[in-house]
């Protein structure tokens, strides 16, 4: 759990978390709603926002679950619209919403000279245009609400350690966290010289999570041990282990403090000293 002091100052603020039905942005929701903010579980699968806000309001949270796609302007905006009925504006945006594509991802049966352009578009589009569109959609709502309450707002965008250090087999997925670290430091210099310095932008790039989503390229089913891809990572990763959910919040909160408002547009690795290393 995040430190106490930091906890507390987010206390009666709204947050708006894309891909919030997920392992890791969902652990930020609960861990938010844990400690007095408004959640809005924004994900293109809805029973699973639902149920994500359900299970929040169980533990005494407040949060509502809306179905959304974060490429289509029509449905952020609809979720927009219903975050400004439902809870009055917006204080925090947590962009998490982001995957790769199997056809955008080289193997034997799939060479880099053969790769459909259309699956590297559709990783783009879900992990920048998708984190673009949430900031111009969402971030709307957030300026707003710092004009007319004199709070503080912001944007946390979920690059990744692939941004920083491109992993093989993955150029699409790579090239599009990239540039969601760079739109995020873009983004924080337009917003405090163009609108308010209230509004801060910055980035966490998780390294390597143990999730379901991966489970299977890191952990063999049948022996329940690390698969040599697994086994590189962790011979990479100074601290010897996979990260938690968890791991995430202290620097979440930390940002989020209005005492960090001398912090915006930095990409903070959270990845057990991955990005450290040089292998040798």
Same mark, same amino acid.
């Given at each position: ?9 987010? !206390? ?12 890791? =942005? ?16 924004? $994900? ?11 299970? *929040? ?45 199997? #056809? ?9 000279? #053969? ?19 949430? =900031? ?17 707002? @912001? ?14 087999? *993955? ?40 999730? #379901?989503? @991966?489970?299977?390229?890191?952990? $063999?089913?049948? !022996? ?7 086994? $590189? ?26 005492? !960090? ?9 959270? #990845? ?9």
């Amino acid at each position: 759990m995040p430190n106490s002091i930091h906890a507390s100052n987010v !206390s009666g603020q709204t947050a708006a978390i894309t891909g919030g039905a997920g392992e890791l =942005c969902g652990e930020m929701a609960v861990s938010l709603a844990a400690h007095g903010v408004k959640v809005a579980i924004i $994900d293109v699968d809805e029973e699973k926002a639902f149920a994500k806000a359900e299970s *929040i309001k169980a533990r005494g949270g407040q949060a509502i679950g809306v179905a959304a796609d974060v490429v289509d302007r029509e449905d952020m905006e609809s979720a927009r619209g219903r975050i400004r009925k439902e809870y009055g504006g917006l204080d925090i945006l947590i962009n998490g919403a982001g995957g790769n594509h199997p #056809d955008a991802t080289t193997s034997e049966a799939n060479r880099f000279f #053969d790769m459909p352009i259309s699956a590297i578009r559709k990783v783009f589009e879900l992990n920048f245009l998708g984190t673009v569109l949430s =900031c111009q959609v969402m971030g709307e709502l957030i300026l707003e609400t710092v004009e007319r309450t004199g709070s503080f707002g @912001n944007i946390i965008n979920i690059s990744s350690m692939n941004a920083l250090r491109p992993l093989t087999r *993955i150029p699409a997925y790579s090239a599009a966290k990239a540039a969601v670290s760079n739109f995020t430091q873009w983004l924080s210099v337009h917003m405090a010289q163009n609108y308010t310095p209230k509004i801060r932008v910055n980035a966490i790039a998780p390294g390597f999570f143990l999730t #379901d989503q @991966n489970r299977f390229l890191l952990i $063999d089913e049948a !022996s329940q041990e690390l698969t040599p891809r697994g086994a $590189d990572i962790i011979s990479h990763t100074p601290v010897g282990q996979l990260g938690a959910a968890n791991d995430l919040l202290s620097t979440l909160f930390w940002l989020l403090d209005p005492q !960090s408002r001398f912090i915006t547009g930095v990409v903070v690795p959270v #990845d057990g000293g991955f990005s450290a290393y040089s292998g040798v």
